[in-house]
C-alpha cells in the first residue's frame, strides 16, 4: 500500500463505537488514480472533482487517437474544456494540478493495448482504477458492442490484476443492465441465453453481418437492445474471472445535468433526458410515445461521481474484510454491486416534463409547455407530431438552401427521433430496486465528507434542480450555436 496514508491498520475503513467508518480523503491522498472514458460526460466529472476535491498524486487518462488527434493532444483540449473552468477560477496554483493528468495512449481492440515504457509505469503506479469507457449507442451490431464493453472491460483486468499496488477498481455499467426484470437486486444476474457469454461469442465470431442481424433477437430474447446485453455480459464476466481483486460494480440510472458541481446545471451533451428536453426549451410541439405514468430514474452528474467516489474506498474496506473471511470461509467472493436508485422522490415521465416546462424562464412558454410536449400511449399521435415535425425541418432546410446557408434542421430532428426510439422501451417501463450498498456507504461517512461527497438524491430539492437543469442546458445550446456559427464563418 505504498504512497497511500490510511487511518489505523493502513485501511480505509476503522471501527467507531461498533460500527464501520470510511475515510474517503485518506484513501485518495497521494494516490495514483487510472481513468478510462475520462473525456465522456461521467468522466470529466469524475477527473474534475478528483482534482479539485482531492490530493491524488496523478490522473493516467486512458486515450485513443481519434480523427487524426493524439492523446497528448486530447488531453490539452480537456484541460481546456468549460468544466474546469471552476479549478482555473478558484485554485491560484492551478496548472500545478492539471500536470497531475498524463494522457496514456491505448487501443482496447488489442490484447496488448498499451505499449512501454507506459505499460510498466501504469503496472507499477496505479492503485484506484475507474472504468467509465463504454460504446453507448443502442442500435450497434452484438458483436461491435461485446468488443467495446465486454472485451475492453476484460483487457483492462486483466492487465490491471498484476499491478503491484492495486487498490481498488470500479466498473461502471448501468442500473438497466437488468432491465428485464421488474425488480432488480444489488447482486449479478447470471442468466446470459445460448450456453453463457463464452458460447453467445463463439456461436457470434464465423457469422456474416446477415447471420448476426438475424440471430440477434433470439440471443437478446426479452433485452431490449445490444449495449444493454453487453453491460449485462460485462457485468458476469466480472464475477467468473475477476472476482478475486477488490473490484467492484456500480450502476447508476439515467445521469442529467450537474446540481452543483462544478457548476450548478453543468452538462455538455445530449443524451436521454437533455435530448428529450431540447424541445421543450425551444417551444415545439412533440409527443413521445411511452406510459405518462411510468417513473424514472434520474440522479444529477456530480452525485453520480461522488457515488463512484466514495464506491471506490468501500470496495477497498469490504476487500479487506472479506480477506479476513476467507480463512475461515472457502465459498468464492462475491463481487460487490452499487445500485444508484433512490425511492422517495422518484416523478413519472409526465411528471419530468411538467418539471422541466415550469422552470423556462418566459411565464407564456411555462404556461403553453404542457400543451407543447406530452408523453402518449397513443403511437399514432407521437408518429403524427414526428411527421409533422420533419415537415417544418425539410421546409427551414430548404429555405435555407435558397439562401446558401449551411442545413441544419433535418439532421437535428433525425437525430431527436433516433434518441426517441433508444429510449422508448425506458418511457414505457419502471423498475424497482435495492439500493442497501448505497445507503450502508454513505451512513458510514463523517459530516465533513457527507458535504464533501454528497450523493443522496433522496435529499435533492427537485424544484431548483430542474430550474438549473434547465438553466444548464440553455446555456448548453447557446455554446452549440455559438461554435456553429464560428464554423460556418469560417467555412464561408
Not at 160 to 181: E, G, M, P, W
Request: charged share 25%.
Amino acid at each position: 500500500m505504498d504512497n497511500l496514508s490510511f487511518k489505523p491498520n493502513s485501511l480505509p475503513f476503522e471501527s467507531e463505537d461498533h460500527k464501520t467508518r470510511l475515510y474517503v480523503s485518506d484513501f485518495y491522498r497521494n494516490a495514483v488514480v487510472l481513468v478510462t472514458g475520462g473525456t465522456g460526460f461521467v468522466g470529466k466529472v469524475l477527473v474534475e472533482k478528483l482534482l479539485r476535491s482531492f490530493d491524488v498524486r496523478k490522473i493516467y487518462i486512458l486515450l485513443r487517437e481519434k480523427r487524426n488527434v493524439s492523446p497528448p493532444e486530447r488531453l490539452k483540449q480537456l484541460i481546456k474544456d468549460p468544466i474546469f473552468e471552476t479549478i482555473r477560477r478558484t485554485i491560484i496554483h492551478h496548472d500545478a494540478l492539471f500536470a497531475k493528468l498524463e494522457a496514456v495512449e491505448v487501443d482496447f481492440t488489442v490484447d496488448e493495448f498499451v505499449k512501454e515504457p507506459l505499460k510498466t509505469d501504469l503496472l507499477n503506479n496505479t492503485q484506484i482504477v475507474f472504468h467509465v469507457m463504454g460504446n453507448v449507442s443502442f442500435n450497434k451490431s452484438l458483436q461491435t458492442s461485446l468488443e467495446s464493453n465486454v472485451n475492453s472491460a476484460e483487457r483492462l483486468y486483466t492487465f490491471i490484476r498484476n499491478a503491484k499496488n492495486l487498490q481498488s477498481i470500479v466498473h461502471v455499467s448501468t442500473f438497466y443492465s437488468n432491465c428485464d426484470r421488474p425488480y432488480i437486486e444489488e447482486m449479478i444476474y447470471d442468466d446470459i441465453p445460448f450456453g453463457g457469454l463464452d458460447n453467445v461469442r463463439r456461436i457470434l465470431k464465423p457469422l456474416s453481418e446477415t447471420e448476426e442481424a438475424a440471430l440477434t433477437p433470439a440471443i437478446l430474447g426479452t433485452i431490449p437492445n445490444s449495449y444493454i446485453f453487453s453491460k449485462k455480459s460485462a457485468e458476469v464476466m466480472i464475477q467468473k474471472q475477476f472476482s478475486e481483486l477488490p473490484i467492484g460494480i456500480f450502476r447508476p440510472p439515467i445521469v442529467g445535468p450537474s446540481f452543483e458541481e462544478p457548476v450548478p446545471g453543468w452538462v455538455d451533451c445530449f443524451q436521454s433526458l437533455t435530448g428529450l428536453s431540447v424541445p421543450i426549451i425551444e417551444h415545439r410541439f412533440l409527443r413521445y410515445y411511452g406510459d405518462p405514468n411510468a417513473t424514472s430514474d434520474i440522479v444529477p452528474v456530480d452525485y453520480c461521481v461522488s457515488a463512484i467516489i466514495t464506491a471506490a474506498c468501500d470496495i477497498r474496506a469490504r476487500y479487506d474484510q472479506r480477506k479476513v473471511l476467507e480463512t475461515v470461509d472457502k465459498t468464492p467472493p462475491s463481487v460487490p454491486v452499487y445500485n444508484f436508485t433512490f425511492d422517495k422522490q422518484r416523478v413519472t415521465w409526465q411528471q419530468f416534463l411538467a418539471f422541466v416546462g415550469k422552470s423556462l424562464p418566459s411565464a407564456i412558454d411555462r404556461t403553453l409547455s404542457p400543451l407543447r410536449v406530452r408523453i402518449t400511449k397513443r403511437r399514432i399521435l407521437s408518429w403524427i407530431s414526428f411527421c409533422l415535425f420533419y415537415l417544418q425541418a425539410y421546409l427551414a432546410d430548404f429555405i435555407l438552401g435558397i439562401f446558401k446557408r449551411p442545413k441544419c434542421h433535418v439532421r437535428t430532428i433525425l437525430s431527436l427521433d433516433l434518441l426517441h426510439q433508444a429510449t422508448e422501451y425506458f418511457l414505457c417501463h419502471a423498475w424497482t430496486s435495492r439500493n442497501d450498498n448505497i445507503k450502508r456507504m454513505r451512513s458510514l461517512l463523517s459530516k465533513e465528507e457527507e458535504t464533501l461527497l454528497e450523493f443522496d438524491v433522496d435529499r435533492i430539492e427537485w424544484k431548483e434542480y430542474y430550474n438549473r437543469f434547465v438553466a444548464g442546458l440553455m446555456n448548453f445550446l447557446e455554446r452549440k450555436r455559438k461554435s456553429r456559427r464560428e464554423r460556418n464563418r469560417t467555412a464561408c
